[in-house]
Every structure is written in C-alpha cells, then in structure tokens.
C-alpha cells in the first residue's frame, strides 16, 4: 500500500516549457487535490477532483489544467511555465464519501522555472 | 472569505515542556478542522481532525480542541521530544475545500 506518489520529486523548466505532473493513489479514494505551497504562506488549491471524469478549479486555477480519466491518478499540466509557477506542489485525496475526511498527501514536487 | 491564521509562526522550547500551538478562522460555518505535520522537504501527515460537533480529539501526547462560536483551535503537544520539530499546520475544511493556516515551525531543543 503506497498511499499517495508523485512524480517526479523534482523539475527544472525554462519559461515556456510545459510539463505534467502525476499524481496516483491506491486507497480508492473519490476526491482528489492538487495544491501548491509557496513560502511563508499555506497551501493554496489548484483544482480538485470529486470522482473519476471530473474537476473543478481550486483558488488558484489560472496557468494549470487537470485531468481525472482513471480513478487512481489525478494530471496536473502546465501549458506554459512562467517563473510564478515555481514552487512545492502537493497531491492529496481524501477518505470519507463526502471529501471532508482526513487528506492523505504525496511527498511532493518541486519545480524551479527559470 | 475563509482565512486561516496561525501565531506564532515559529516557537522553540527546551525539551520536556508541554506546548500549545494556536490557529484561529474568520468564518465558524465550518465542517472540520485538521492539523498536520511537516517535517522539512517531505508531504504532510494528518495529526488530528475534529469534526464540527465535537469538541476536542487525542492522540497519544496530543490534544487538539475546537471552540467554533470563538473561530479558535489549539494543539496541546505534552512533554515535548526533539522529534517533534516540524511545521505544523491546521486546515479548516468547508465546500469541500480546505483553507489553510501558514504554520507554526517548531524547534525542541535537547
């Protein structure tokens, strides 16, 4: 049982490159987050998932886009890199029918836009 | 809006103390509120999560409490260990969503 992964652990773009990340989950759960974690400040929510085949936007959608086509993994892209997107990104899903259960969290990506 | 506050935003104490870390919210329509731990460099790891009705949660040297009417959460972390330094943060969940406080980094020193 290996909880929540990510993939990579780290990225270095040039602004203007894209790149996906993964996030996969083998507790079966319904909702699905991607979060992002700049210093000094708490998480902030990118998009989030309630269930295979869908998304909804977070706090801070602009610049990213997602993708839940299997149950297990949630896709974050990003079309254009700019320097802003650098930061720590972080994948969760959550237990409970509702999504407000305990977030289990991936270890996390960073990526550095130059 | 939700917002999420957290003071101090870091605190070291010698080891053995006991120690209350605070985390207060604007807006008590609230379904739960979770704290996590961070060590440096890795993911977060749920502590506690107290449900809206409820008043308080423990684990082991841990005791989380919840007054909504205030907007305030405190974690009591009893006879503090070196190995409890980390960030710690708390999360309010409404909507679906959770809002987060930026966290108290706590050092314990031997």
């Known amino acids: 049982n290996a909880g929540v992964t990510q993939t990579p652990k780290f990225r270095v773009l040039k602004t203007g490159q894209s790149m996906t990340l993964l996030c996969a989950q083998d507790?079966?759960?319904?909702?699905m987050y991607w979060y992002r974690q700049d210093p000094g400040m708490g998480l902030r929510l990118i998009h989030y998932?309630?269930?295979?085949?869908?998304?909804a936007k977070g706090e801070v959608p602009d610049g990213y886009n997602v993708s839940r086509l299997k149950k297990q993994n949630f896709l974050l892209g990003l079309e254009s890199a700019a320097p802003s997107q650098t930061s720590v990104y972080f994948c969760?899903?959550?237990?409970?029918?509702?999504?407000?259960?305990?977030?289990?969290f991936g270890p996390g990506t960073r990526l550095l836009v130059l | 809006k939700q917002e999420v506050t957290q003071i101090p935003a870091a605190l070291s104490v010698p080891e053995g103390e006991n120690l209350v870390l605070n985390c207060s919210f604007t807006?008590?329509?609230?379904?739960?509120l979770q704290w996590f731990r961070q060590d440096p460099g890795k993911g977060l790891t749920s502590l506690l999560l107290?449900?809206?009705s409820q008043r308080e949660q423990t684990s082991g040297r841990l005791n989380a409490s919840l007054d909504k009417s205030s907007g305030r959460s405190t974690l009591y972390i009893a006879a503090s260990q070196p190995g409890d330094s980390a960030t710690y943060l708390c999360?309010?969940?409404?909507?679906?969503?959770?809002?987060w406080g930026a966290g108290t980094k706590l050092i314990i020193k031997p």
């Open positions: 107290i449900q809206s």
């Open positions: 969760a899903s959550s237990s409970g029918t509702d999504g407000r259960g305990t977030q289990y």
């Open positions: 999360a309010v969940s409404s909507n679906y969503q959770l809002i």
């Open positions: 807006d008590s329509a609230i379904y739960n």
């Open positions: 998932s309630v269930g295979e085949g869908t998304t």
């Open positions: 507790m079966n759960h319904e909702y």
